[in-house]
């Protein structure tokens, strides 16, 4: 019998008119092997007010959200695993990101989380670990290994493809990998909760 496929969203943290942020999760998709079945979610494509709801959502985790933000909480529910595509903006992530994060809260419980970053000099690593801190509030488990692209405009030629892709083909494959071990225990041990 094969493996269950566990579900993996790639979001796409970035949401400005002429972003980079698609050809990276593209080339991020690409490399996902079948032990996952994945989901890009673009954030662009979301209702993300900046005004919170007025109470929190681990208050009230089904609390109403904005119509056009109901596509994105079903998708975030339904993945097991994410995995964030992010710049470095002012040496932090993306503010559409934050609002994604902060309007949810069940959905984020208990997953395990992967990034890929890319920016200037520093790759989207900055962006990368203000992510660790806020999702370690959100009670998800980040995995060590990331893909960065320092520089990604000198890395991808104009077509959107890497110039020399081994070693960040490597660096997805390692990222793949942890979050497939992770994935699969918190699976199993959300199922084992509920079962008991
Ligand atoms: C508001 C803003 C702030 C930025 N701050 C940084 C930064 O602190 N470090 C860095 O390396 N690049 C920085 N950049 C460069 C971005 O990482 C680069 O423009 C990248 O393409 C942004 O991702 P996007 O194209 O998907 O929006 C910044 C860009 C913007 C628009």
Request: proline share 7%.
């Amino acid at each position: 019998m094969s493996a269950q496929r566990l579900k993996l969203a790639i979001i796409i943290g970035s949401v400005r008119e002429g972003r980079f942020g698609p050809v990276v999760a593209n080339w991020f998709a690409q490399q996902v092997d079948d032990r996952f079945e994945v989901d890009v979610i673009d954030l662009a494509e979301a209702e993300l007010p900046a005004a919170l709801p007025p109470v929190p959502p681990a208050v009230d985790p089904d609390m109403p959200r904005p119509a056009g933000m109901s596509d994105l909480t079903e998708r975030l529910a339904a993945a097991d695993a994410y995995v964030v595509v992010t710049p470095d903006y002012n040496r932090s992530y993306p503010a559409a990101l934050k609002s994604a994060i902060d309007w949810h809260y069940t959905q984020w419980d208990a997953k395990s989380i992967g990034f890929v970053g890319y920016s200037g000099g520093s790759g989207g690593l900055l962006a990368i670990e203000h992510l660790r801190q806020v999702f370690n509030e959100l009670n998800a488990h980040t995995v060590r290994n990331y893909v960065s692209f320092p520089r990604y405009y000198m890395l991808f030629d104009e077509n959107g493809q890497l110039r020399e892709p081994a070693g960040f083909e490597a660096e997805a494959r390692a990222l793949l990998d942890q979050l497939h071990w992770w994935t699969s225990a918190l699976v199993a041990a959300r199922a084992a909760q509920v079962a008991a």
